[in-house]
């Protein structure tokens, strides 16, 4: 695998992983994807790296150089990739102020002995160039600079306004070629932002980017705003809304702005969730002083019953596939995980500890399945198989709750309130060393991670004179 193949790399003084795919310049165009951009920059940092464990070993973070891009809002872009390689732990950008060669051209290679003098076991840079249909190309190249070859080139098309999406962009494609794994820096996060107290206090739907730059709010604050979650289309996203007089299940669509509810209810719905392929949804009905799992058919408006417990059972989610749902229940007298097929069928317990648990999440990559849990004063984020062995604690303090996870399954989202504080946006990876808070600055609560708004190009080529030999 070429992340343990990085990590030999690493230990080996830096040079880079052999099994990295090399690649010539190609173009692709972006087209769709958000229209308002806020310039939220995220300056490379300087201090000392942390240690990571990743798959059973322990490296420290890979020294890369990213150079400030020429052109058009280029320094701007250099930060949001050096943001975006930092918080994933896998990378310590290098401190601009240490750069010995300045004024990098895609014409030309690096001069190598510069970048290894400071450390640097990989260099990225890039420019912006405008043309004629009012877009720019946004180029950039990698390089191993102690074996003196290319890794990959590319060119992404976009629109002047669309910089900081490349900047994702670009961060994935390093991301992929440099660990093996999958990306997910092009991606958004829906949350229920908070703001104001007691009578006035208001709850938003919004959505960032992953980093937690361009903020947008898609309600007003007129409703209580709960537990969004996206569909497998990353333009889809589904809600809770309480009125004065009135709980909704609304779906809601990020490009026209439309939304629509799912229909009035004999009960009070909750905890709603799509399938994988975004035909049906599952979630809660609390009727009668009982509170069960249904599905719906979105296609039908069918609506069909999965659980009839006495207890509460509520959160589900379905495994990657749709033919398994986990949700919580107190049929046992505390909350716990069950498991059952997606007919309802062959219900089971797995969770095995002490404590609560609540809020379960099946990871995209089906092997694990996230939740809080509480007890003894606190509360945390974790992670069990989907048979509940191998639970781990990847977070706790004052209170957690809502894990999300990234497209690739390796990190996960969630909301963390410091005692007496406010309610933030936090990301944890599955080794729980890398943790760190979104750089959204207001109050955030139940986030929700997008898929891959696009996915990254896999036509970047092969061979070449500039190449680095497979």
Known sequence: MRLNLLLTTVAALGLAAASLVQAQTTTQSLNGGPSRQQAQQQPAQTGEPIEVEIDQGVMRPFQIAVAPFSGQNGASIADVISGDLRRSGFFEPINPAS???????????????????IGAQAVLYGSVTPRADGRNDFGFRLYDPYRQCQLVSYNFTATPEQWRRIGHKIADVVYERMTGESAFFDTRIVFVAESGTGLNRLSRLAIVDQDGGNPNFLTDGTEIILTPRFSSNPDEIIYMALGEDYSRIYLYNLTTNRRESLGE????????????????????????????????DLQTRRLSRLTTDPGIDTSPSFNPDGTRIVFNSDRSGTPRLYVMNADGSGQRPISRGGGSYTAPAWSP??????????GGGQFGIGVMAPDGSGERMLSR???????????????????????????????????????AESAYQGRGSDPAWSPLLSETPTNLGRGGPDSCDS
């Open 365 to 374: 990559r089906g092997d694990l399945i996230a939740f809080t849990k509480s």
């Open 99 to 117: 750069f010995i060669e300045t004024g990098l051209t895609l014409a030309n290679a690096p001069n190598f002995p510069q970048w290894t003098q």
């Open 265 to 296: 209810f004999d009960g009070q719905p909750l905890a709603p969730r799509y399938s994988p392929d975004g035909t049906k949804v599952a979630f809660s009905i609390i009727r009668g002083g009982n509170t069960d799992v249904y599905v719906m």
């Open 397 to 435: 303090s004052f209170f957690e709750e809502g894990p999300s996870w990234a497209p690739n399954g390796r990190y996960l989202m969630f909301s963390r309130q410091t005692r007496g504080g406010t309610t933030n946006l936090w990301m944890v990876d599955l080794s729980g060393r890398v943790i």
